[in-house]
């Protein structure tokens, strides 16, 4: 049993070293649709529930699957690359330089490739309105969860690790994320007026 997982993860440590795109794309890729598939069940089971159950959809999986493993995996892996050669050290300055440069240039550049691509792929007429609605919000969101999670990754996680990392961590925020998607800004601001 030990002998096997020594080989996995040689194999695992070798994939990234050589085939770090490839590695990194199947990582995170896989992070987004266990993050959608896991929304899904959450809210099938205990949220919407409905007899007979909805089934899974599936087009949704295949979405993030897409906006995972092509989209978002490959910016953060030469995001990454771009930062780590150009700002090293673990020093107080460099770490805060980092999270700023991440938090407020390339997370408004995912939420919008997010926004964006998953309204093409579900073929909405106005491909650019859910990012109207949805991008300050999911941003003030990001802000509360990535600055903590990205002062670990800098202090802390390899560069080689780093998208891995934040692959993890993407699995919570992905959580999240569709949580937001699924979020009717409409029906939100009604139940709103409804209060005052």
Known sequence: MLLTMAVVINKIKYAFKNYPIIANSVTYGSMCVLAEFSQ??????????????????????????????????????????????????????????????????????????FYISMSIMEGKEDIFKELKEKFVPTFQRSCLFWLPAQTINFLFIPPVARVVYVGTCSFIWINILCYVKRWNVEETAQEEAVKS
């Not at 949704?60 to 030469?78: D, K, P, Q, T």
């Not at 780590?84 to 919008?112: E, S």
């Open 40 to 113: 899904q069940v959450v809210t099938r089971k205990y949220i919407d529930k409905k007899d007979p159950p909805e089934p899974l959809d599936k087009g949704a999986l295949v979405r993030y699957a897409v906006v995972g493993s092509g989209i978002n995996s490959n910016m953060l892996y030469f995001w990454y690359k771009w930062l780590d050669k150009k700002y090293t050290g673990t020093v107080p300055k460099i770490i805060l330089k980092k999270l700023l440069l991440d938090q407020f240039v390339m997370t408004p550049q995912l939420l919008t490739a």
